[in-house]
T-cell receptor, first 114, second 109 residues
Framework: IAGITQAPTSQILAAGRRMTLRCTQD?????MYWYRQDLGLGLRLIHY???????GKGEVPDGYSVSRANTDDFPLTLASAVPSQTSVYFC?????????????FGNGTRLTVT | GQNIDQPTEMTATEGAIVQINCTYQTSGFNGLFWYQQHAGEAPTFLSYNVLDGLEEKGRFSSFLSRSKGYSYLLLKELQMKDSASYLC??????????WGAGTKLIIKP
């Protein structure tokens, strides 16, 4: 079934540790996104990529990095985790990222930083 | 700054009709999306409006007024499975999506 796969589903991480959240899509979408979702707040964009080989910063990029080596994969790395990064992380993709092209979301990664 | 406002929570009765409002102030406008998100799950796409007026899709309809910066999602013949959060998002002049915090809809029998 075509879609977006995120891994892991959930993770408990000690503060100061490095962690990579994985995201793979098989829809050949050009644009990919990483969001975090916290209670009472809207989805907040961390980083995005409009096409393979390019990335950009979103609303809350500090403490996170991404890469887009190919169309399918868009990993998110926390270099040194802090408790404020406890959140649910959603990866999403969009065919063009413009017009009526909607975002398709993965099932999310629930991350707890202790 | 950019802002999207939605009610935090609404309650409705099974079989009834409910309207969820969304007002927005963004730098530019390139379309408005509604998503549904069940608890513990990913958001899923419901509707898209870019021109003024009503878009109908089965039991769900979405309305847009660009001059008023206003949209609503209308859900008819409510079912228990419609209990979820409904997210409003606007694509701004840079084609980035600005998200509201979502409206939690509770359906009572």
């Amino acid at each position: 079934i075509a879609g977006i796969t995120q891994a892991p589903t959930s993770q408990i991480l000690a503060a100061g540790r490095r962690m990579t959240l994985r995201c793979t899509q098989d829809m050949r979408h050009n644009a990919m996104y990483w969001y975090r979702q916290d209670l009472g707040l809207g989805l907040r964009l961390i980083h995005y990529s409009n096409t393979a080989g390019t990335t950009g910063k979103g609303e809350v990029p500090d403490g996170y990095s991404v890469s887009r080596a190919n169309t399918d994969d868009f990993p998110l790395t926390l270099a040194s985790a802090v408790p404020s990064q406890t959140s649910v992380y959603f990866c999403a993709s969009s065919d063009t990222g413009q017009g009526s092209s909607p975002l398709h979301f993965g099932n999310g990664t629930r991350l707890t930083v202790t | 700054g950019q802002n999207i406002d939605q009610p935090t929570e609404m309650t409705a009765t099974e079989g009834a009709i409910v309207q969820i409002n969304c007002t927005y102030q963004t730098s530019g406008f390139n379309g408005l999306f509604w998503y549904q998100q069940h608890a513990g799950e990913a958001p899923t796409f419901l509707s898209y409006n870019v021109l003024d007026g009503l878009e109908e899709k089965g039991r769900f309809s979405s309305f847009l007024s660009r001059s008023k910066g206003y949209s609503y999602l209308l859900l008819k013949e409510l079912q228990m499975k419609d209990s979820a959060s409904y997210l409003c998002a606007v694509r701004d002049s840079n084609y980035q999506l600005i998200w509201g915090a979502g409206t939690k809809l509770i359906i009572k029998p």
